[in-house]
Structure formats: C-alpha cells, structure tokens
C-alpha cells in the first residue's frame, strides 16, 4: 500500500528529515509540503493526501485552526497532529475537533507509520502514552457533567451571574428574587458541584464554558 502524505511545518529541516525517514521503505510517499496553515490550505484546494501530518505552532494560522477549517469544510483527509505539545489541553481540543491521529516529535518513526496506517484505515491514533492523562481527563469530564445535570435551571442562572462577579444582592435585582432566596440557592450549589466559595465555583463555571471570559 502506497500512502500520500503532506507535510505542513514550519521547520523545512523537520520536513525534510521526516520526508527522508517515511519513504524510506517505499510505501509511503510525500505528495505535498507547506510552511504554514494558510497555504497548507491554498494546497489543500488542488491535492488532497489521504493523512496529513501538522504541526501546531506556526504562523499565520496553527495547526489546531487548520483542522478547524478542515473539518468544517468536511475536506476528505485524515489528519495527525505531530507536536512537541503534550499538555492535556491540547490533546483534549485536537480530539473535540475531531483529529485523527496524535503524535509527539519524539516518538519512533515506526510508531508514526503506524499511526499513518491506522488512520488510513479508519482508526484514531492516539500515541498510547498518552491516552491516560486523556482518559482521566474524559473521566474529569463526565464527572463535571453529572455536577452539572443536578443544578436546577434557577441554580445554573445564580452560577453564571455569580462567576461574572455579581454580588448576592445584584443577582436578586437581576433575577427578582430576595438576596436570601439567592444565599439559599448559592448553598444548594456549592454543594452539588463540590465546591466551598465563589472562586471555586467561578473555576468550575470557566472550566465547564458555563460563561465566556474574554
């Protein structure tokens, strides 16, 4: 099986290192190279590869909004994050995007032609030491939105208002309701989302994008 790879870094010495060790053995060929996100997808326009290999930091357009634009233009290639990042973060939002493959800088040439092949053949490919910080992450997740799930509708309005720093009585005046309804419903909160004052419950309500900080 012969598979067409495009490369997109901005880095021409990792291009070409990792051109030179994938069609060493001749079963997979690099079909196409950019330096940036933005002509990656003037590329994209004219050949479409069927996996391709994209780095995160580059300018004018990162990695991560290049598969946006991929996905959102439903653009028939595979896609594998190859980065030095391996932070959470960015694992988790490549994988929200809908990545197909991810792989660290470090890795074996072997385990990233493995990962080629996998994605060709409809798999996602996470570079496996990384799949326990995702999956406690995943975890951490499920376990927020089952917090989140028992708040009442009442209880999820007083969270958003609370976590954008209205105090007690500003809530009440927003919503119509006394300040010591509002203190009622703040307790209830607390304690269903497992936290013990507003600046917890501010980060609970961020990390969760219950509200927007710009």
Same mark, same amino acid.
């Given at each position: 099986?012969?598979?067409?790879?495009?490369?997109?870094?901005?880095?021409?010495?990792?291009?070409?290192?990792?051109?030179?060790?994938?069609?060493?053995?001749?079963?997979?060929?690099?079909?196409?190279?950019?330096?940036?996100?933005?002509?990656?997808?003037?590329?994209?326009?004219?050949?479409?590869?069927?996996?391709?290999?994209?780095?995160?930091?580059?300018?004018?357009?990162?990695?991560?909004?290049?598969? #946006?634009?991929?996905?959102?233009?439903?653009?028939?290639?595979?896609?594998?994050?190859?980065?030095?990042?391996?932070?959470?973060? *960015?694992?988790?939002?490549?994988?929200?995007?809908?990545?197909?493959? *991810?792989?660290?800088?470090?890795? #074996?040439?072997?385990?990233?032609?493995?990962?080629?092949?996998?994605?060709?053949?409809?798999?996602? *490919?996470?570079?496996?030491?990384?799949?326990?910080?995702?999956?406690?992450?995943?975890?951490?997740?499920?376990?927020?939105?089952?917090?989140?799930?028992?708040?009442?509708?009442?209880?999820?309005?007083?969270?958003?208002?609370?976590?954008?720093?209205?105090?007690?009585? #500003?809530?009440? #005046?927003?919503?119509?309701?006394?300040?010591?309804?509002?203190?009622?419903?703040?307790?209830?909160?607390?304690?269903?989302?497992?936290?013990?004052?507003?600046?917890?419950?501010?980060?609970?309500?961020?990390?969760?994008?219950?509200?927007?900080?710009?």
């Amino acid at each position: 099986m012969n598979a067409k790879i495009m490369i997109v870094d901005n880095h021409s010495m990792v291009r070409e290192g990792l051109k030179k060790l994938l069609e060493y053995d001749g079963d997979i060929q690099v079909v196409g190279e950019a330096n940036d996100g933005v002509e990656c997808l003037e590329i994209l326009k004219e050949t479409i590869p069927q996996v391709l290999l994209l780095d995160i930091d580059m300018p004018k357009m990162d990695g991560l909004q290049v598969l #946006e634009k991929i996905k959102e233009k439903k653009i028939g290639v595979k896609v594998i994050i190859l980065t030095v990042h391996n932070e959470i973060e *960015y694992l988790l939002k490549a994988v929200n995007i809908g990545v197909d493959g *991810y792989m660290l800088k470090d890795s #074996e040439s072997s385990e990233l032609r493995k990962a080629i092949f996998s994605v060709i053949d409809g798999e996602v *490919y996470i570079q496996p030491s990384l799949i326990p910080m995702l999956n406690s992450k995943v975890i951490e997740r499920d376990i927020d939105k089952v917090k989140i799930e028992k708040l009442t509708r009442r209880e999820l309005e007083i969270l958003k208002l609370l976590s954008i720093g209205l105090s007690n009585k #500003e809530i009440g #005046e927003d919503l119509k309701i006394s300040e010591r309804t509002v203190k009622n419903h703040i307790s209830s909160i607390f304690r269903k989302i497992d936290v013990t004052d507003r600046t917890q419950a501010a980060v609970f309500s961020i990390k969760n994008n219950l509200v927007n900080v710009f």
